[in-house]
């Protein structure tokens, strides 16, 4: 899994640990929250691993799947969740820096990720790829975010065409605002506030609401869903 030590994945990696899955998690930095979700499985009697690996770099998904390999005994599950982004800002003002730091985490990064799966995971595996709302109500100042996020849409559904043969389903969860220290970061209070008036029930949405979703696309009964974007957001959508 990518992206685990914070807001959504942390929630997706107690959520599969504490369904039986022996989950591997890489962080870029915050090594004190990677440690706490580390122990927070380990405490309900769970399996968790978390290695610091920044998918920023060439060779990061090449790495962190090398490690999994090392600690799994075969890939059965991949959830592509970790993304960076910033504070809004227009195309105008928006550098290439910047545009190419968005792209190379939250499309290039699922891209690999998917084609070493699309390797070494056994038949009838899961690949979930965490989205975003934005991709269907964007918003100024949130080009590079949207775009990046439109192409991980596109990478699940032709991976869902070419993986099909072998069980693999392949699907992306579209969240809509929860409450992450991310989306607080990017956002202004009074948007937020504005989208919980607009949400039908009338709250953002947890972590934990994801991973359930998350969880329920790696059972069995969800073998006939594959190749779509789901989303999650309390009706705001």
């Not at 006939?224 to 957001?233: A, E, L, M, R, S």
Request: glycine share 10%; hydrophobic share 45%; proline share 4%.
């Amino acid at each position: 899994m990518t992206g685990g030590s914070r807001g959504i994945g942390a929630a997706i990696v107690n959520r599969l640990a504490a369904d039986g899955a022996t989950v591997v998690f890489n962080y870029a930095h915050d090594q004190d929250s990677a440690v706490s979700v580390e122990q927070s499985v380990l405490d309900r009697g769970g399996q968790a691993t978390a290695v610091q690996i920044d998918l920023a770099d060439d060779d990061a998904v090449d790495e962190l799947m090398a490690f999994a390999t090392r600690h799994l005994d075969g890939l059965d599950i991949l959830v592509n969740n970790a993304a960076v982004n910033f504070r809004p800002a227009p195309i105008a003002e928006t550098d290439d820096e910047m545009f190419d730091a968005v792209m190379t985490v939250n499309a290039r990064a699922v891209f690999c990720a998917i084609r070493l799966a699309a390797r070494e995971m056994r038949d009838n595996g899961r690949v979930i790829n965490i989205s975003t709302l934005n991709t269907i109500r964007p918003a100024p100042g949130n080009a590079a975010y949207a775009a990046s996020k439109g192409a991980v849409e596109q990478l699940t559904k032709v991976a869902a065409l070419e993986l099909g043969s072998r069980g693999i389903t392949v699907n992306a969860v579209a969240p809509g605002a929860t409450d992450t220290n991310l989306l607080r970061e990017t956002n202004p209070a009074d948007v937020l506030d504005r989208i919980v008036r607009l949400t039908p029930l009338g709250r953002l949405g947890r972590p934990e609401d994801i991973a359930d979703l998350v969880a329920l696309l790696t059972y069995p009964g969800s073998r006939w869903v594959t190749g779509q974007v789901i989303g999650v957001n309390g009706g705001f959508g």
